[in-house]
T-cell receptor
Framework: GEDVEQSLFLSVREGDSSVINCTYT??????LYWYKQEPGAGLQLLTY?????DMKQDQRLTVLLNKKDKHLSLRIADTQTGDSAIYFC?????????????FGKGTKLSVIP | NAGVTQTPKFQVLKTGQSMTLQCAQD?????MSWYRQDPGMGLRLIHY???????DQGEVPNGYNVSRSTTEDFPLRLLSAAPSQTSVYFC??????????????FGPGTRLTVL
């Protein structure tokens, strides 16, 4: 199957920017997603980017997509303690639909006050 | 809209017992999926459905059955529970033909422990 890779941990100070990176293997992916999971909760869709875009900005969130390197990143500006969570990168594999996301293992973001 | 709901929130089973995890959505979504989440493994797809009466296997289907008799409901059945099925189970739905996006919405999860 296709693999989505993420680093497992990231620690930042409150007020700094956080950058969470992801690499994927399916160059035919149409959509790429970022989900947030707070402790004991389900997954909350943060943002997504269509494969024909290089960048998408939504308030404090900036998503960058480098299709050549199959690299996706999520930047959180002015990181707050409420941003502490696990962040999952996900893609729809080639030939699949949105019923069949492939997830990375998640990056646990810890924000130091 | 309630979104995606799951019951129960917590369950403890003994090895060999069977049970059904319930999932319902009120967004008129065509697609529904079941995932399991294990520490350090991310989410893995168990089964999915692209519409009422249509189901298919995902990455880790063994030991689980599903059915989709209505658009709203997508129950997951554990036939004979095993300790390896201890996990957090998430149901998700997506795609409304009348909608303009195709993103998955997740339920709050069911934490299952098999002793």
């Amino acid at each position: 199957g296709e693999d989505v890779e993420q680093s497992l941990f990231l620690s930042v100070r409150e007020g700094d920017s956080s950058v969470i990176n992801c690499t994927y293997t399916d160059s035919s992916s149409t959509y790429l997603y970022w989900y947030k999971q707070e402790p004991g909760a389900g997954l909350q869709l943060l943002t997504y980017i269509f494969s024909n875009m290089d960048m998408k900005q939504d308030q404090r969130l900036t998503v960058l997509l480098n299709k050549k390197d199959k690299h996706l990143s999520l930047r959180i500006a002015d990181t707050q303690t409420g941003d502490s969570a696990i962040y999952f990168c996900a893609e729809i594999p080639s030939g699949a639909g949105s019923y069949q996301l492939t997830f990375g293992k998640g990056t646990k973001l810890s924000v130091i006050p | 809209n309630a979104g995606v709901t799951q019951t129960p929130k917590f369950q403890v089973l003994k090895t060999g017992q069977s049970m059904t995890l319930q999932c319902a959505q009120d967004m008129n979504h065509e697609y529904m999926s079941w995932y399991r989440q294990d520490p350090g493994m991310g989410l893995r797809l168990i089964h999915y459905s692209v519409g009422a009466g249509i189901t298919d296997q995902g990455e880790v289907p063994n030991g689980y059955n599903v059915s989709r008799s209505t658009t709203e409901d997508f129950p997951l059945r554990l036939l004979s529970a095993a300790p390896s099925q201890t996990s957090v189970y998430f149901c998700a739905s997506s795609y409304s033909p009348s909608g303009d996006s195709d993103t998955q919405y997740f339920g709050p999860g069911t934490r299952l422990t098999v002793l």
